[in-house]
């Protein structure tokens, strides 16, 4: 018999601190370039095409003796039914017994640790002198997008966030984000003024970061739109098929991943490379490699440059650890003995 924690969604809301995952995400980020993780294959199936999916992430974390997955479940009619439409659950193993260590709610957890990937690829590949942020799309992930970047890049004065679904949904997103930020989030200095815009294209050439954070299986932003030296946080594609921005942005701009196999299979270099207009070679490197002195980030202000995070178990399962250690610490969560 074993005993392991179970956190609710309640609970890793209470604990995760922005700053705390942040810094857990670059570790995870560190760790992998220096060899001390695995991502093992992702597992993705169509139980309905558009109707309902799943797919499973998982992988190992040597330094900190741990392995585990996260299924992330859609079905869209749950809706009907009074249920969340996207599912999410993280299980976390003791590496060197196999036994498991917790269970938790996975939706505050995925929506934080990739809040704070786009931050991080921003802060580390964006011109130092960006004062202008757009979101594209205005779902639950971009909030943390936002919060994370500004956190990150507190120089940003003006935020942009464009919706291709909802102009309601952008207009509602902004008008709501100053308090989130302060109430939520605990931002009590941020300056940055946010605004629903219809014009993507005059957005796109104000922009000096962009976040996608979409399904979007057509490029949403255009090549001739964007200025030189803009950097790209893609978020959204990570199934194959994805892409939110136009292939011909990557020809002759830098390029990140956070798993670069698992980039080229589902991520938003899938396309470019299997155009011929990206060519694996032509990847800089992954994302921790920045982080690790392997590689130099930006390399000059009218450089394009991309991170494409596809998102791996690593950071849900190091951010996971991160809640059932602060939760043994607070006195919060169940126990189950199995």
């Known amino acids: 018999m074993f005993t392991l924690r179970v956190l609710s969604r309640e609970v890793t809301e209470k604990v995760l601190k922005l700053s705390d995952v942040i810094s857990t995400v670059e570790e995870v980020y560190r760790l992998k370039a220096m060899g001390e993780t695995a991502v093992f294959p992702l597992v993705f199936h169509e139980f309905e095409p558009g109707v309902a999916d799943m797919d499973i992430k998982s992988g190992w974390l040597k330094g900190s003796d741990i392995f585990g997955l996260k299924v992330v479940s859609w079905f869209g009619e749950n809706t009907k039914k009074d249920l969340p439409a996207l599912i999410g659950t993280v299980l976390v193993m003791d590496a060197k017994t196999g036994v498991p260590q917790g269970i938790l709610d996975g939706s ?4 934080i640790r990739t809040g704070a990937a786009g931050a991080i690829g921003a802060k580390l ?156 070679e032509d990847i800089a490197g992954e994302i921790g490699e920045i982080l690790t002195g392997k590689t130099c980030g930006r390399e000059s202000d009218e450089q394009i440059t991309v991170f494409d995070a596809t998102g791996t178990a690593l950071l849900d399962l190091l951010t996971a650890k991160l809640a059932l250690s602060k939760a043994l610490e607070q006195g919060l969560g169940e126990t189950v003995n199995l």
């Not at 964007?226 to 978020?235: D, R, Y």
Request: aromatic letters at 6%; hydrophobic letters at 40%; charged letters at 25%.
């Open 108 to 111: 505050h957890i995925t929506g």
């Open 125 to 280: 590949l964006a011109r130092k002198d960006s004062k202008s942020l757009m979101v594209v799309g205005a779902g639950h992930v971009a909030t943390f997008q936002v919060a994370a970047t500004l956190t990150q890049l507190p120089d940003i004065e003006k935020v942009y966030v464009y919706d291709a679904l909802s102009q309601e949904n952008a207009e509602r997103f902004a008008a709501s984000m100053p308090e989130v930020l302060t109430e939520t989030f605990e931002m009590k200095d941020c300056r940055a003024v946010f605004e629903a815009v219809t014009d993507l294209p005059a957005a796109t050439r104000d922009s000096d970061i962009i976040i996608t954070v979409t399904p979007s299986k057509e490029p949403i932003i255009r090549k001739e739109w964007v200025k030189p030296g803009t950097h790209f946080s893609c978020i959204g594609a990570d199934m194959s098929g994805k892409e939110e921005i136009d292939a011909e942005i990557f020809d002759g701009a830098r390029v990140f991943t956070d798993d670069t196999p698992q980039c080229i299979n589902v991520g938003e270099i899938e396309i470019p490379i299997k155009k011929g207009i990206l060519k694996a």
